[in-house]
């Protein structure tokens, strides 16, 4: 039993990674990956949301009907990402403002009705619970290789806007705007998903 | 029977998650509000304090829907004006806070909140685009691309933003520092000739001919305008004969035809302006 829980949660990681493999939540993955900071938090936005709803969402399994289950999730996902845009606002103000309109936004993120559906909705609580984190975990991973990527080679730093920033090249460094923007954004996120395909095809991972 | 339990099922399930969804939500507020309404106060007050070192004490006064607050210093003296508005630009609203010190200079800029395009319009934020706005007094033209920058590819967010600081510090001048609006021009420096201005008028361009003959305005011919015909007409009419009359351009201009009429006089202004300095490259055509 307990292997099927760390199934849940790697699943999410590797096999379905939702940005790598179902290739779901595809606005916010390619609008705030500028800085790792945004990627990382927006991810970690993302697990805390996904983990709470799938947790909700199980529990209430037997008492929501068919016909409005999907409006019931959009109910429980968007309580969640309200609060989570509060709590952001409150206490990290600068990731509040750096996510901007992407925090609400997650609401109609994919992965996350799209584990409601396919597994909180029908799965018990535990194992929803390792779902969520799971696949919160594959998105934020997702989030910070494509920001990792951007930072460095768009911006030049590691960690810029937070206590630990780096500026890694010297001073006559002339970064690859053009990365920090949407285009550059599609451009590395087609990068990353040939060299996963390498990699996954390699290690024969279906 | 069956059909009816049902349909109160769900009913009664949508009702239930929705009512609990907005007790979460009204507490989650009742928990944040405060933190982030004094976040943002204290960041303001930070600023506030930064462009008016000497301030002790503010008063808050609102007119058309924006906020500007009187800065006074310990003894109750008027050090400036912190003013608070918003302007549409490329993503959305940018608000920012101006502060302005008593002779109508900026002291300070600084960008509240924007929705502009990262790594294009967010330049809005960067101080070296902000700078270029401290000291500057209500009587410089703040036009973009001439004595403020606006940043390639960025155009709209930076112009906007430059229209309405221009617009705002008229604002603070006229109403909370009760300063002139316009520099007198003495007209008797100018030498004789026949000088040509541009003002804006209601819908574009208006651009007139001023003659000076012995220190005195003689004639001023509408060489240009893009105005409405009848109300130009009006304007015509009313305006250049009491530039002319009085020698003076501080003439009512509440004609009916405001917009036009204002522009004329802009127009007049800037031909004097013009032959009071003829090196002055004032060129700001193409």
Known sequence: MKNSYLADITRGIFKENPTFRLVLGMCPTLAV?????????????????????????????????????????????????????????????????????????????????????????????????????????????????????????????????????????????????LLAQPAGAFLVLGLLLALTNIVFKRLQIE | MSDLKHLLKIILTLVVVTAVSAGLLAGANLL????????????????????????????????????????????GGLLGVMASTAVQGYGGPISYNLAVDKEGRIVGLRIVEHSETQGVGDVIEKSQFQQQFIGKGYRDPLKPGEDVDTVSGATISTSSLIES??????????????????????????????????????????????????????????????????????????????????????????????GSSNGIVEAVRDALIRALNPEGGENNEE
């Open chain 1, 33 to 177: 990956t500028v800085l790792v900071k945004n990627g990382l938090g927006m991810g970690l936005a993302v697990v805390a949301v996904l983990t709470c709803s799938n947790i909700v969402i199980s529990s209430l399994r037997r008492f929501i009907p068919e016909q409005v289950r999907i409006p019931c999730y959009i109910v429980i996902i968007a309580t969640f990402v309200s609060i989570v845009e509060m709590v952001l606002q409150a206490f990290v103000p600068s990731l509040y403002a750096a996510l901007g309109v992407f925090v609400p936004l997650i609401v109609v993120n994919c992965i996350i009705l799209g584990r409601a559906e396919a597994f909180a909705g029908k799965q018990p609580v535990l194992r929803s619970l390792c779902d969520g984190i799971g696949s919160g975990l594959g998105f934020t991973l997702g989030l910070l290789l494509l920001s990792l990527v951007r930072e460095v080679f768009g911006n030049g730093t590691l960690l810029a806007e937070t206590n630990y920033a780096v500026q890694l090249f010297g001073p006559n460094f002339e970064p690859m705007r």
């Open chain 2, 32 to 75: 944040t509000a405060p933190i982030i309404a004094r976040q943002q106060e204290e960041k303001y007050r930070a600023a506030l304090q930064e462009y008016f070192p000497q301030a002790a004490d503010y008063k808050r006064e609102n007119l058309e829907g924006d906020a500007f607050d009187l800065v006074y210093d310990a003894a």
């Open chain 2, 165 to 258: 600081i221009r617009s705002l510090l008229t604002v603070v001048a006229e109403n909370f520092l009760q300063l002139e609006d316009e520099e007198a021009i003495d007209i008797s420096a100018v030498p004789d000739g026949t000088y040509r201005g541009t003002g804006e008028g209601l819908f574009d361009k208006i651009v007139v001919d001023v003659t000076v003959a012995g220190g005195r305005i003689t004639v001023i011919e509408i060489v240009e305008h893009s105005e409405t015909p009848t109300y130009m007409a009006e304007a015509a009419a009313l305006i250049p004969p009491q530039i002319i009359d009085q020698q003076s351009l501080d003439v009512d201009t509440k004609t009916g035809a405001t």
